[in-house]
């Protein structure tokens, strides 16, 4: 599966101390980014692992769709290409959002904001019609006061 490190979950099995990175710091993730030079990568599934469980449950051909914690993976973009009207992807590493706006530009339904999951603009409130989350709720439970 992508993503997946199997081999922390032996080392844990066997008893071994397991360096676990901590998702919940934004350093990481800028970390992450800059050291993959941005390139996409989804953690779970691909876009063609749940399409079919996905598609039949958007509302109708103008939905508007947020993608929160989009990090650099190629879910929004394909979203825009089996025709979704509007597609937000959010993330809160400013950094990625900039190079992925630049990237983008040429695709005016999909959008790209920074912003916080946990904080999110009181104006989205009612706007989306679907919203994907892949793994941000792995991400905030890492958080040490959750």
Known sequence: MAGVD???????????????????????????????????????????????????????????????????STLGEQL????????????????LIDILTEKHQDKPTLLFEAADAERLPKEWTGRFDMVIDKATMDSIACQGDR
């Open 6 to 72: 199997s081999t922390r979950f032996a080392a844990a099995v066997a008893g071994q101390a397991v360096d676990r990175p901590n998702y919940s710091d934004p350093k990481y993730w800028l970390q992450r980014y800059l050291s993959s030079e941005y390139a996409p990568f989804d953690w779970y599934l691909k876009w063609e692992h749940m399409k079919d469980a996905v598609k039949p449950l958007m509302p109708q051909a103008d939905a508007e769709v947020l993608v929160l914690g989009c990090g650099t």
């Open 80 to 95: 825009c290409a089996e025709g979704v009207a509007s597609i937000m992807c959010a993330d809160r590493c400013e950094p």
